[in-house]
């Protein structure tokens, strides 16, 4: 079973609005990852959790934070947003994150964001 | 870092032609290579990877790429296309950290 599933598949908020995006694997992976893809863009990584602590985070707006509750869940909560976030988010999750291995990344569905 | 770079962000063929998806990769040293494909609406799932076991590698669908080090390529191909491979193709490499990096897409569109 190599499923990542995503809740909800569809969001639409305001940019008062707080809520957050729910992502699940039970293949035992030690690595999760958060993505944004914009329309006919290849995905942009946001977030990498290693063994459920934050490992990177590339540069992303404290508008958007991670949490890791346990190694099968990954939440993205999401407070404040502009109109220019709106996007598919996608969830990722991999063995163990390890640094230049074929570690490979199976991604979940996606959220469809649209921020008003 | 490593990067790739695919050629062509649209490409056509008709149904029953051979598909071929382009993508050079940037490094010093053997990379870590992956091809995922994205369907409408959809997630990435793994066509297939390139782990220097085998310059050959098969994925699903019937796709395959070959590994070639004089080329710096990892061209990914399919003998015969089908109406339902029209999708978004990505080309990937791991860099430090796990980080996958894509390359820009490419749009297969199959002509019946």
């Known amino acids: 079973d190599t499923e990542v599933t995503q809740t909800p598949k569809h969001l639409v908020m305001g940019m008062t609005n707080k809520k957050s995006l729910k992502c699940e694997q039970h293949?035992?992976?030690?690595?999760m990852y958060w993505y944004k893809q914009k329309a006919k863009k290849p995905p942009e990584l946001m977030f990498v959790?290693?063994?459920?602590?934050?490992?990177i985070n590339e540069s992303v707006p404290s508008r958007f934070s991670p949490e890791c509750p346990n190694s099968s869940l990954l939440n993205l909560h999401l407070h404040a947003l502009q109109p220019e976030d709106s996007a598919l988010y996608l969830c990722?999750?991999?063995?163990?994150?390890?640094?230049?291995?074929?570690?490979?990344?199976?991604f979940g569905p996606g959220t469809r964001l649209t921020v008003l | 870092a490593q990067s790739v770079t695919q050629l062509g962000s649209h490409v056509s063929v008709s149904e029953g032609a051979l598909v071929l998806l382009r993508c050079n990769y940037s490094?010093?040293?053997?990379?870590?290579l992956f091809w995922y494909v994205q369907y409408p609406n959809q997630g990435l799932q793994l066509l297939l990877k390139?782990?220097?076991?085998?310059?050959l590698v098969k994925g699903i669908n019937g796709f395959e790429a070959e590994f070639k080090k004089s080329e710096t390529s990892f061209h990914l191909t399919k003998p015969s296309a089908h109406m339902s491979d029209a999708a978004e193709y990505f080309c990937?490499?791991?860099?430090?950290?796990?980080?996958?990096?894509f390359g820009g897409g490419t749009r297969l569109m199959v002509k019946p």
């Open positions: 490094s010093s040293v053997p990379p870590y």
């Open positions: 390139y782990t220097s076991a085998a310059t």
């Open positions: 959790y290693s063994y459920e602590k934050l490992s």
């Open positions: 990937a490499t791991n860099n430090a950290g796990n980080m996958l990096t």
């Open positions: 293949m035992g992976h030690r690595a």
């Open positions: 990722a999750s991999s063995q163990d994150g390890t640094s230049g291995s074929t570690d490979t990344q199976y």
